[in-house]
T-cell receptor, first 113, second 115 residues
């Protein structure tokens, strides 16, 4: 089955700085890579996703990059704000797996004012 | 559009007791998932439904966990008897099958504490 590793487990940045979270996956058949933001007491919320036929995707301050050869993908948040503080999860879905997601272990992002 | 509804939000039970969680997915979403999220970890899939049929329950501890989705809408997840290691947040998610959409919508979860 798929295995997703996520680093770092905690990340503190100053407001306005950039934050980068990295994930690696094991199964080359994975073709869909979403990122979720989870605030305290809430369920994960999809913030951006990328499919394997695309190398990069951007949505305002958030971008995701995918390197299929190296089997890793990254989340980039620019101009961070205090409301970006949350736990972020990467995930991967194997082609033909009925869209089941395997999640990383999460990154606690703290944006310091 | 209303989100995925889950209840209760919190539950505390003693080990060996039974407990049930309820999920109402987004209207029209054919696929429903139950995930278990242990503190400090990412969610792990327990079971997936397509309408009212089970697609995958290979990760469900069937000796104590059961789930059903009657009429292809609401779903319940039951644990009987509960163990200490079942303490976790149980997340329900749903997904539309049309339009090539991959994105899940998660509910807020039920936090279970087994003492």
């Amino acid at each position: 089955g798929e295995n997703v590793e996520q680093h770092p487990s905690t990340l503190s940045v100053q407001e306005g700085d950039s934050a980068v979270i990295k994930c690696t996956y094991s199964d080359s058949a994975s073709n869909y890579f979403p990122w979720y933001k989870q605030e305290l007491g809430k369920g994960p919320q999809l913030i951006i996703d990328i499919r394997s036929n695309v190398g990069e995707k951007k949505d305002q301050r958030i971008a995701v990059t995918l390197n299929k050869t190296a089997k890793h993908f990254s989340l980039h948040i620019t101009e961070t704000q205090p409301e970006d503080s949350a736990v972020y999860f990467c995930a991967a879905s194997i082609r033909g797996s009925a869209r089941q997601l395997t999640f990383g272990s999460g990154t606690q992002l703290t944006v310091l004012p | 559009e209303a989100g995925v509804a889950q209840s209760p939000r919190y539950k505390i039970i003693e080990k060996r007791q039974s407990v049930a969680f309820w999920c109402n997915p987004i209207s029209g979403h054919a696929t429903l998932y139950w995930y278990q999220q242990i503190l400090g970890q990412g969610p792990k899939l327990l079971i997936q439904f397509q309408n009212n049929g089970v697609v995958d329950d290979s990760q469900l501890p069937k000796d104590r966990f059961s789930a059903e989705r009657l009429k292809g809408v609401d779903s319940t997840l039951k644990i009987q008897p509960a163990k200490l290691e079942d303490s976790a947040v149980y997340l329900c998610a749903s997904r539309a099958n049309t339009g090539g959409g991959y994105g899940y919508t998660f509910g807020s979860g039920t936090r279970l504490t087994v003492v």
